[in-house]
């Protein structure tokens, strides 16, 4: 059985009981946000007595057959009991600090921009070209990518949405 209390505190660490035998028991439930799109998670921050005071965050779904609570904590806060739920945010992409040579070229290719690019490395001394065919990842931060993009008119911008889409290959 679940239960709540102002001491209560929900937890990943014991499946279905503090210690293996009481049942888990939160309160202080809070903070929650969708955790996707799809609206089939929620983050949210809990107190578990059996760990301590301090709120813990918290994943929670529909069901999780290993932890009754955590779908009991969903249907709860789906049904309005702990306030509003905060829309899903999406968070920006982080952009890799490089990419295999692989990625790159495809990349080049998918933006039609791979003869531009080789014909301007085949402009370039020849240290450049030898460091475009064979390297086997490609840094962002590199001189030479800098200069390859500045060539091209890429805004910062621009440089970190290739470096993302190119991770994505």
Known sequence: MITESAEDDI???????????????????SDLAWANEQRSAITCRAVFPFIGD?????????????????????????????????????????????????????QLLGMGLLDTVEGWIDAQPLATQIAYQSSATFERGDAMMQAGFDALGFEPAQVDAFFVAAAGL
């Open 11 to 29: 937890s990943n660490i014991a499946p279905e009981t503090n210690a293996g035998s009481e049942p888990v028991t939160y309160a202080d439930v």
């Open 54 to 106: 301090a709120p813990v965050l918290v994943g929670v779904v529909a069901h999780d057959p290993h932890a009754p609570y955590i779908g009991e904590i969903f249907a709860r806060a789906v049904a309005g009991e702990f306030g509003e739920i905060a829309p899903f945010v999406p968070t920006a992409p982080l952009v890799p600090d490089r990419v295999s040579s692989r990625q790159f070229r495809l």
